[in-house]
């Protein structure tokens, strides 16, 4: 099981968001830091396929990130989760399941089964313009996980979830980074150093560091000032 | 795929103004036709008639006088009219007619010249010393429309042949009814233009919605996103569409015939206006006229999907639909260019009046060939509508890049 982006970049006219992005990744959680508009969103939807890179490959053991197979074994949680608000919690996940091409029977037991995992199961009929912001996201983990995903992209997943939600989603990634590839990206440096096994790090569309967490780096938040010590 | 249909089928329905519009397109739908048959009015003997009541009597009145417009009826009746007038020291008496205002609406048409409005007062000009030739009439209108000088470009012989070939192809004598039950059905589906903003406002959000719900991103990184999920939104909005239009025209009609009838279905469309050309029952012309505004219904709606895909405000999508759809009935015709104005005779509305469209005479000639207006219309809208479904389809995905 192995992510690969070759040279990967994104231009807009004159600015160059994601600037030739070379990545290997494997099984395990990798949390992608960088500050705002260091061009984490853009690589991350370049991963996704909704973006098409200006230039580079991404595949997912040969697979082309533009193909049907490679968004098959794709979970993505974007940054900013949108929703159907006239749809229960539980319509919203048949209608996932149904784009994700799971049989039906298959995909109201899934449905069932994460609403649970989400703590949602009491909300299920309810429309989700009712739920509150840690609800809609927590919606939307269960919706990334539907397809049990080999390849997890998840953009700033634990914004809105309180505490107890916030531990209970690290364990739940951390067990499903165990068996498939997990990228996340988070301004929360807690979740990176309580997760990522990988971290990353991103400025001006650049990768400038990939390194085990273990490898020196105990104080997260110290080390990542260091890196953006000049724009602090 | 069919849970696929199914919640796209959701969507358009659970929006709130979306329920909201299509409960008063079907409420104004129902209104229209009611209204049309309660505002009928018919003086007999004095007494005043309303609503249905009128419309049957004026059936019952119209029924009684013959089966068929033979020369030797027309003269005879017009002959008989006159001889009242001339009698009446006051003139023109509009109760004379009322009752029968059908077949003297069909005297005054034929006997105005082509590029005139019809008055009552040419009834009594009409010779009719030696028969008044209505066939003859007719055709020789027909003919004066075909030569004419027209400044924006006059017919081909090519164009004169074909509309005279198939006005002459025309059965007559006119077989005779009346026609009250099936201008109500007629008028009611020329009214389902209006029921173009429904769908237009239903239509809007498919593509555009993903985007104001930011629902986009979403979509487009799940296994169907790029392909079955766009087909499936296609194929509901079309079908959505279509059922709807369908819909409020078969309640239009249900309700004339449920009140008034079928009596007059099989009559020449000729009854209403003898420059028709084609031969056509009037239950055939409704069909037809009910199939233009679902023609029209299919480009409306691969025009909105279209901008739909590639907007991301919905609001903007109906602005552009209104403009098209209704702003260009306002384009006004050359004297000059006759392309001009074969282009904007091609505009929604316009083609939406199938009474107007069939008695202008309007062609494309492509040297000896000559397509119809309403063949025209098929072919352009056709197109339209493929090419506006292609640039959805792809404009959803591509826009997102």
């Known amino acids: ?232 | 795929m069919r849970q696929l249909l199914y919640f796209e089928l959701k969507k358009i329905l659970d929006r709130k103004a979306n329920q909201i519009a299509l409960l008063l397109g079907l409420l104004l739908a129902v209104i229209c036709n009611v209204m049309q048959i309660q505002g009928e009015t018919l003086t007999v003997d004095g007494q005043e008639l309303k609503g249905i009541e009128a419309i049957l009597r004026q059936q019952e009145i119209e029924n009684a006088l013959t089966d068929e417009l033979d020369e030797e009826f027309l003269t005879s009746f017009l002959r008989e009219y006159q001889r009242q007038i001339a009698s009446n020291p006051s003139g023109y008496n509009y109760s004379l007619i009322e009752s029968k205002s059908n077949l003297f609406s069909l005297y005054a048409k034929n006997y105005t010249e082509w590029n005139e409005h019809f008055d009552w007062e040419t009834l009594n000009k009409i010779p009719t010393e030696g028969g008044i030739a209505f066939y003859d009439r007719r055709m020789e209108k027909i003919e004066t429309l075909l030569n004419a000088d027209y400044s924006y470009g006059n017919y081909t012989e090519a164009e004169k042949q074909y509309w005279l070939e198939k006005a002459a192809a025309v059965s007559t004598p006119f077989p005779w009814g009346s026609r009250n039950t099936w201008s109500i059905i007629w008028n009611g589906i020329g009214m389902l233009c209006y029921q173009f903003l429904v769908v237009g406002l239903c239509i809007a959000p498919v593509f555009a919605g993903e985007c104001q719900n930011r629902t986009d991103a979403l979509l487009l990184t799940t296994k169907y996103g790029k392909n079955r999920a766009i087909f499936a939104k296609l194929l509901i909005s079309f079908t959505f569409s279509v059922l709807y239009i369908a819909l409020c025209g078969l309640v239009g009609m249900g309700i004339n015939v449920a009140l008034l009838g079928t009596e007059g279905w099989n009559l020449p469309i000729q009854l209403w206006d003898t420059l028709f050309p084609y031969e056509w029952t009037a239950a055939q012309a409704c069909i037809m006229n009910l199939g233009v505004m679902l023609l029209i219904t299919l480009l409306l709606t691969a025009f909105t999907l279209m901008l739909s895909a590639v907007s991301k405000n919905p609001v903007i999508v109906l602005a552009a639909d209104i403009l098209l759809f209704f702003g260009t009935a306002f384009l006004p015709s050359s004297k000059s260019s006759g392309l001009w104005n074969r282009i904007i005779c091609l505009v929604p509305l316009h083609c939406s009046d199938l009474q107007n469209v069939l008695k202008t005479y309007n062609d494309y000639p492509f040297g000896n060939l000559v397509i119809s207006h309403l063949g025209m219309m098929f072919l352009v809208y056709m197109f339209l509508t493929v090419i506006c479904t292609l640039c959805a389809d792809l404009g959803f995905i591509l826009t997102k890049r």
């Open chain 1, 1 to 232: 099981m192995e992510l690969i982006l070759d040279r990967v970049s994104k231009q807009y006219q004159s600015k160059i968001a994601v600037d030739r992005v070379s990545l290997k990744l494997q099984k395990g959680v990798y949390g992608l830091l960088g500050a705002n508009g260091a061009g984490k969103t853009t690589l991350m939807r370049m991963i996704c396929g909704i973006l098409q890179p200006t230039g580079g490959t991404i595949a997912f053991d040969g697979l082309d990130s533009s193909c049907e197979d490679y968004r098959s074994i794709l979970g993505y949680l974007p940054q900013d989760f949108g929703y159907y608000p006239d749809f229960t919690g539980m319509d919203f996940l048949l209608y996932m399941a149904a784009l994700k091409g799971l049989p039906r029977s298959c995909a109201k037991r899934k449905a069932a089964q994460l609403l649970e995992l989400v703590d949602l199961r009491d909300k299920a009929r309810t429309k989700i313009r009712t739920y509150s912001g840690g609800m809609k996201q927590r919606l939307g983990i269960a919706q990334a996980l539907l397809n049990e995903p080999k390849l997890l992209v998840l953009d700033e997943p634990t914004a809105g979830l309180d505490p107890k939600e916030r531990v209970r989603f690290r364990n739940l990634i951390a067990e499903i980074g165990r068996d498939n590839i997990v990228l996340l990206s988070t301004h929360i440096l807690s979740d990176i150093e309580h997760i990522a096994d990988t971290v990353l790090m991103m400025k001006s569309g650049q990768l400038i560091y990939q390194g085990k967490r273990e490898n020196g780096q105990e104080d997260l938040e110290a080390f990542y000032m260091e890196q953006f010590e000049e724009e602090i």
